[in-house]
């Protein structure tokens, strides 16, 4: 109580709200707090963007910055800003994509953007918990910005030990995860790797320590005494110090375990463990499974730790293919695209507001808007948002198959429609491709490897094609180093 009464006084006394608005200083969202602070708020005048800039100079206040940090999207201490166009350092302020590509033929979206945070639409289902498939944005326990440090150990036992050349197994794994990740981020989160260059020998024999399918640490007989064991293995060996998660590796040929054992910032074990140095939020281990042919160890970190930091998974993780498995690493970490979609890199924080496109479906009238490929690196809209209720919107993206990809005949590249449906969440069908009917099945390369991945179509569109979806027509003009595409409302 005695904070609030002097957080209240302070507000009034120092004179940076008016007197009628010192108790209603909480906005709903960035386009209501504009409306009294034109280039938003920031916590002190030493605040640095973390964003696309430059940006207008925010108006100064640790008080109302407080009340409404949950807007601070990106970390950095100021809410709302609002970005100066470019070429025009002193033009007025725009909420609408203002990017202009050295692409000759991208081309501004035909009608304004709304704000954003119209399209950032609230998640309703019962399945939130530790991880969420829709705003409001996620107060993660392990950071999803910056730089992180990553450690890499490898295990071994008395009946099991290790070869001696354990880094040409995963090198260029470290490698591609740190890549990826720099990519689906747009920059914003990166890996630091600490790789410990010897065996941890593990106390007692592998058998010991089985475990046959890939469910959390305490979902696993062996899951806590395995992770202790490792740890204690590693600890006195290992400076622990700032690091985030573990990826443990088994020695080669292993088949202790035959899936994968893995636990998060939540599960008790991992809360409670203390190395020399202090607590971990994660860990990994990659069983037999990840050792057949078309599998990748980088994917496998890649998808766990996007649950630590709060990304849900997509559908569910046994018996049929869920329709957006193939489509997103987090519906399935050895999927083919192995791509992260718009909607979670726009929920993660990970795409600018610029790079948004945010359109009430009622307002939309012959949208023309050119795509910038998600993954590619240069300016322009990249993911559009199209709100048909408060639950449910219509999502449109631009894809490539990338060097993560497992390739197709066919290539998969083209335009991906899809709904979101916040009365669903995690685990659940929240994300499902809108495609033509009639599309054949296609194998990709790593599913071909192995003759255990199931063939999916390719539910991207190509010049010329359309679906209509939620009362609107999305027809796909022109394919090139941005695609184009007509929307328009029945």
Same mark, same amino acid.
């Given at each position: 109580?005695?904070? !609030?009464?002097?957080?209240?006084?302070?507000?009034?006394?120092?004179?940076?709200?008016?007197?009628?608005?010192?108790?209603?200083?909480?906005?709903?969202?960035?386009?209501?707090?504009?409306?009294?602070?034109?280039?938003?708020?920031?916590?002190?005048?030493?605040?640095?963007?973390?964003?696309?800039?430059?940006?207008?100079? %925010?108006?100064?206040?640790?008080?109302?910055?407080?009340?409404?940090?949950?807007? @601070?999207?990106?970390?950095? #201490?100021?809410?709302?800003?609002?970005?100066?166009?470019?070429? $025009?350092?002193?033009?007025?302020?725009?909420?609408?994509?203002?990017?202009?590509?050295?692409?000759?033929?991208?081309?501004?979206?035909?009608?304004?953007?709304?704000?954003?945070?119209?399209?950032?639409?609230?998640? $309703?289902?019962?399945?939130?918990?530790?991880?969420?498939?829709?705003?409001?944005?996620?107060?993660?326990?392990?950071?999803? *910005?910056?730089?992180?440090?990553?450690?890499?150990?490898?295990?071994?036992?008395?009946?099991?030990?290790?070869?001696?050349?354990?880094?040409?197994?995963?090198?260029?794994?470290?490698?591609?995860?740190?890549?990826?990740?720099?990519?689906?981020?747009?920059? !914003?989160?990166?890996?630091?790797?600490?790789?410990?260059?010897?065996?941890?020998?593990?106390?007692?024999?592998?058998?010991?320590?089985?475990?046959?399918?890939?469910? #959390?640490?305490? @979902?696993?007989?062996?899951?806590?005494?395995?992770?202790?064991?490792?740890? @204690?293995?590693?600890?006195?060996?290992?400076?622990?110090?700032?690091?985030?998660?573990?990826?443990?590796?088994?020695?080669?040929?292993?088949?202790?375990?035959?899936?994968?054992?893995?636990?998060?910032?939540?599960?008790?074990?991992?809360?409670?463990?203390?190395?020399?140095?202090?607590?971990? $939020?994660?860990?990994?281990? %990659?069983?037999?499974?990840?050792?057949?042919?078309?599998?990748?160890?980088?994917?496998? &970190?890649?998808?766990?730790?996007?649950?630590?930091?709060?990304?849900?998974?997509?559908?569910?993780?046994?018996?049929?293919?869920?329709?957006?498995?193939?489509?997103?690493?987090?519906?399935?970490?050895?999927? %083919?695209?192995?791509?992260?979609?718009? &909607?979670?890199?726009?929920?993660?924080?990970?795409?600018?507001?610029?790079?948004?496109?945010?359109?009430?479906?009622? *307002?939309?009238?012959?949208?023309?808007?050119?795509?910038?490929?998600?993954?590619?690196?240069?300016?322009?809209?990249?993911?559009?948002?199209?709100?048909?209720? !408060?639950?449910? $919107?219509?999502?449109?993206?631009?894809?490539?198959?990338?060097?993560?990809?497992?390739?197709?005949?066919?290539?998969?590249?083209?335009?991906?429609?899809?709904?979101?449906?916040?009365?669903?969440?995690?685990?659940? #069908?929240?994300?499902?491709?809108?495609?033509?009917?009639?599309?054949?099945?296609?194998?990709?390369?790593?599913?071909?490897?192995? #003759?255990?991945?199931?063939?999916?179509?390719?539910?991207?569109?190509?010049?010329?094609?359309?679906?209509?979806?939620?009362?609107?027509?999305?027809?796909?003009?022109?394919?090139?180093?941005?695609? *184009?595409?007509?929307?328009?409302?029945?």
């Amino acid at each position: 109580m005695k904070k !609030k009464i002097a957080f209240a006084t302070v507000l009034v006394l120092l004179g940076l709200l008016p007197a009628t608005q010192a108790s209603g200083a909480t906005f709903k969202n960035c386009a209501e707090l504009r409306n009294t602070y034109k280039y938003g708020i920031s916590l002190s005048s030493k605040s640095v963007n973390q964003g696309v800039g430059p940006i207008f100079t %925010p108006r100064v206040s640790a008080a109302v910055f407080r009340l409404n940090k949950r807007l @601070d999207l990106d970390k950095d #201490n100021i809410v709302c800003e609002v970005r100066r166009p470019n070429s $025009a350092q002193g033009a007025t302020p725009t909420t609408s994509p203002t990017a202009a590509p050295s692409d000759q033929n991208y081309e501004a979206p035909s009608l304004v953007s709304d704000d954003v945070e119209l399209c950032r639409i609230q998640e $309703a289902s019962r399945s939130r918990g530790m991880t969420g498939a829709g705003f409001p944005a996620w107060n993660t326990l392990t950071p999803s *910005k910056g730089v992180v440090k990553w450690a890499l150990i490898p295990i071994d036992f008395e009946d099991l030990p290790g070869e001696q050349n354990f880094g040409s197994r995963v090198d260029d794994q470290m490698a591609l995860l740190s890549e990826w990740f720099a990519t689906v981020s747009g920059g !914003k989160f990166r890996v630091e790797w600490v790789v410990l260059d010897k065996w941890a020998r593990v106390a007692g024999k592998s058998t010991d320590y089985a475990i046959d399918r890939s469910v #959390n640490v305490g @979902d696993a007989a062996n899951g806590p005494k395995l992770f202790r064991a490792a740890m @204690d293995a590693a600890d006195p060996h290992f400076d622990f110090s700032n690091i985030q998660t573990v990826n443990f590796i088994l020695p080669k040929g292993q088949t202790f375990i035959t899936e994968t054992s893995q636990g998060f910032p939540w599960d008790q074990v991992v809360k409670d463990y203390q190395s020399k140095e202090g607590k971990v $939020a994660s860990y990994s281990i %990659p069983g037999m499974f990840f050792d057949l042919p078309g599998k990748a160890y980088w994917s496998y &970190w890649a998808h766990e730790f996007g649950h630590a930091i709060g990304l849900p998974h997509i559908g569910t993780s046994r018996g049929d293919l869920p329709p957006f498995n193939p489509w997103d690493l987090m519906g399935g970490q050895d999927g %083919p695209s192995r791509e992260l979609s718009g &909607w979670l890199r726009f929920f993660a924080g990970w795409l600018n507001d610029d790079q948004v496109y945010c359109k009430d479906a009622s *307002k939309v009238q012959d949208l023309r808007l050119s795509l910038v490929p998600l993954s590619q690196a240069s300016a322009g809209v990249k993911f559009a948002v199209i709100p048909i209720t !408060k639950t449910k $919107a219509v999502l449109i993206e631009s894809r490539r198959e990338t060097k993560f990809s497992c390739s197709t005949t066919p290539a998969r590249n083209g335009v991906l429609v899809y709904t979101y449906d916040a009365t669903l969440g995690h685990g659940e #069908n929240f994300l499902t491709p809108i495609y033509p009917a009639g599309r054949p099945n296609q194998v990709d390369s790593c599913s071909a490897q192995n #003759n255990r991945g199931v063939a999916s179509p390719n539910v991207l569109l190509s010049k010329g094609e359309s679906i209509e979806v939620e009362g609107l027509r999305v027809e796909v003009l022109s394919l090139g180093t941005v695609d *184009k595409v007509l929307v328009t409302r029945k």
